[in-house]
């Protein structure tokens, strides 16, 4: 935790002091996204579902943050283009406000659906 606590400062020193507090969270999730390559394993996921699932198949995605959510929206479109998918989600299903009071985190996620031909 200590090499965590050197680059909080080390953000907090480049920042003004309101910028980094809400910086903070964004820098440690981009060198996560980029340590896990989560984008990659996205990809990967994303390239291979349709072989996974059955004719007529269904598959839901639940997005976390902007990043992820673009992949799958632009996948699943370029799927449903190519007559890989039959029927994708016109818009991605929000938590309603009960959701998120009972859970804040929920706040930014997205389910995007699609269904194979």
Request: glycine content about 6%; proline content about 6%.
């Amino acid at each position: 935790m200590e090499t965590c606590g050197a680059l909080a400062e080390a953000v907090r020193s480049v920042l003004s002091e309101v910028d980094a507090e809400s910086s903070l969270p964004r820098v440690f999730q981009a060198l996560r996204i980029q340590i896990n390559d989560e984008f990659g394993a996205l990809e990967s996921i994303l390239r291979d579902l349709p072989a996974c699932l059955n004719p007529k198949g269904r598959v839901a995605i639940l997005t976390f943050h902007s990043g992820e959510d673009r992949r799958v929206k632009q996948s699943f479109a370029a799927g449903l283009k190519d007559g890989i998918y039959a029927e994708v989600a016109p818009t991605p299903l929000r938590p309603s406000a009960d959701e998120v009071r009972a859970n804040p985190r929920a706040s930014c996620a997205k389910l995007r659906w699609a269904r194979l031909r």
